[in-house]
T-cell receptor
Framework: LAKTTQPISMDSYEGQEVNITCSHN???????ITWYQQFPSQGPRFIIQ???TKVTNEVASLFIPADRKSSTLSLPRVSLSDTAVYYC?????????????FGTGTKLQVIP | ETGVTQSPTHLIKTRGQQVTLRCSSQ?????VSWYQQALGQGPQFIFQ???????GRGNFPPRFSGLQFPNYSSELNVNALELDDSALYLC???????????FGPGTRLLVL
């Protein structure tokens, strides 16, 4: 399973762009990268998913370099409601089985 | 369209007992994954079921077992409960084995 590493915590002021990086040095060829947001005592909520290069949706962007050994979640203009834990998930379908690994999570605190 | 639901929301058991947790997947989803999330930690993959068959398993002992039914709902069974089994148990469903997973709210289990 691909091991992932994220910063434990980050602080940001409201209205700023936040970038959270996840390292996954031993990512497998068919692994994809997914980011989730989690509030206390709730299930993780899907943010964005990608395989390579850049993916953008209405809430975030995901940057994946050519070697795929890391990925960066970019949240534009954060608000107080974005205070949560953000998880990087690396997983794929290999040999008939689904293998997934959650990262350690980054606790984002948005400051007024 | 209803999302992923789980029952019960909270549960208290004593060491050595057995527990069954239930999950109803999102409409049209044929794959269910279960995760254990200890307090302050990221979710850990337990196993995944695809069309009623186990499709992948994390590093959990055999006393963690599961079932998926023809309607794609699922159960997680844990035998011989230990104190360390106290955690939030999350269920996630997806359209297929490698598609985006959508999480339920979780079941909080406390083992005394």
């Amino acid at each position: 399973l691909a091991k992932t590493t994220q910063p434990i915590s980050m602080d940001s002021y409201e209205g700023q762009e936040v970038n959270i990086t996840c390292s996954h040095n031993n990512i497998a060829t068919n692994d994809y990268i997914t980011w989730y947001q989690q509030f206390p005592s709730q299930g993780p909520r899907f943010i964005i998913q990608g395989y390579k290069t850049k993916v953008t949706n209405e809430v975030a962007s995901l940057f994946i370099p050519a070697d795929r050994k890391s990925s960066t979640l970019s949240l534009p203009r954060v608000s107080l409601s974005d205070t949560a834990v953000y998880y990087c998930l690396v997983g794929g379908f290999s040999g008939g089985y689904q293998k997934v690994t959650f990262g350690t999570g980054t606790k984002l605190q948005v400051i007024p | 369209e209803t999302g992923v639901t789980q029952s019960p929301t909270h549960l208290i058991k004593t060491r050595g007992q057995q527990v069954t947790l239930r999950c109803s997947s999102q409409s049209g989803h044929n794959t269910v994954s279960w995760y254990q999330q200890a307090l302050g930690q990221g979710p850990q993959f337990i196993f995944q079921y695809y069309r009623e068959e186990e499709n992948g398993r994390g590093n959990f002992p055999p006393r963690f077992s599961g079932l998926q039914f023809p309607n794609y709902s699922s159960e997680l069974n844990v035998n011989a409960l230990e104190l360390d089994d106290s955690a939030l148990y999350l269920c996630a469903s997806s359209l297929d084995r490698v598609e985006t997973q959508y999480f339920g709210p979780g079941t909080r289990l406390l083992v005394l």
